[in-house]
């Protein structure tokens, strides 16, 4: 993947960053914040992506990241860290892979059960859960070991 496609891909992500920091209520300040954070994450796992990392992984990897640099931006801008990182990680979620397991499900229901769509079914929620629970734990996990030590950087 080209660097130009690389920054494409991170300037895509920051619209829906800043979308959703705008129905949050984030200051105006942070605004910018929240979509720089969101394409540096995407850009993040992509770039993670590419080198063979799978995406459950890849997104843990760079939810870690956004945290970590969401920590070092709340005392420069007096705000809690959640309010550039919770934005910023919305870009990443697994939307069509809940889909697609959605489908999968619908289609379950309306016909006979089929082995196949079970495997869909279950292959596409799974990566769904794992990418979400990814999300979760790498937001989490700088603001754990940082404020629990109180090494703010």
Do not use: H
């Not at 829906?16 to 969101?38: D, E, S, T, W």
Request: with cysteine.
């Amino acid at each position: 993947m080209s660097l130009f496609e690389l920054l494409f891909k991170g300037a895509l992500a920051a619209i829906p960053a800043l979308g959703f920091a705008l129905l949050f209520n984030v200051p105006v300040r942070a605004l910018k914040y929240c979509a720089i954070l969101g394409a540096i994450g995407v850009m993040c796992r992509v770039s993670l992506m590419n080198y063979g990392l799978s995406i459950e992984l890849a997104t843990l990897f760079a939810a870690i990241v956004v945290g970590s640099l969401g920590i070092w931006l709340s005392p420069r801008l007096v705000a809690p860290p959640k309010v550039f990182t919770v934005a910023a990680v919305i870009p990443m979620l697994p939307g069509v892979y809940a889909f697609k397991s959605m489908t999968a499900l619908v289609q379950l229901n309306q016909q006979d059960y089929s082995p196949e769509l079970l495997a869909i079914l279950f292959d596409n929620f799974l990566t769904t859960l794992f990418v979400i629970g990814g999300l979760a734990l790498g937001l989490a996990l700088p603001g754990l070991i940082f404020y629990r030590r109180r090494w703010i950087i």
